[in-house]
């Protein structure tokens, strides 16, 4: 499974603009829903937010990885934002967070989101990958990033 076969471009931003937990999944969902990848953003920011009360997302080395299972997705989608200047996301290391994967799986495919959410983190380990990734200026040098680390893995 790569990344990219589950993450387009129109859902990638190297901008976000949210200052807190919520906006950033309201902002990332808004892609999901802009591009027809999840029909319901309330019920998705619901069911996002519900998960982070379970638990933060937010991994620690200025990571989260928000997820969740819903009726309003069709099919595994997933959206991708950098934020500049940090987000505090009660990530587990205290630390605030610069890189989001969102990730959307419909209800029912549990195998299908935990690959998908072992493959996000998996990648993610890497300390030059995030590197990489954090000082992306453009949706083309996050594909970029991915697609090599992605070649890299295999």
Request: glycine share 10%; charged share 30%.
């Amino acid at each position: 499974m790569r990344i990219m076969d589950f993450l387009s471009e129109k859902n990638i931003t190297v901008d976000l603009k949210a200052k807190n937990k919520r906006e950033i999944i309201e902002e990332l969902t808004d892609l999901l829903v802009k591009n027809g990848n999840v029909g319901d953003k309330k019920k998705m920011v619901q069911i996002l937010m519900e998960r982070e009360e379970l638990g933060s997302t937010g991994i620690g080395q200025g990571i989260a990885i928000p997820h969740g299972k819903s009726e309003a997705v069709k099919e595994l989608t997933a959206a991708f934002g950098l934020s500049k200047n940090g987000v505090g996301f009660e990530a587990l290391d205290g630390e605030p967070v610069y890189i989001f994967f969102l990730l959307a799986a419909p209800e029912g495919t549990a195998g299908t989101h935990l690959k998908a959410l072992a493959r996000i983190s998996g990648l993610l380990k890497d300390k030059y990958f995030r590197k990489k990734l954090m000082t992306a200026q453009s949706v083309a040098d996050v594909v970029e990033v991915i697609q090599e680390e992605e070649k890299a893995a295999h």
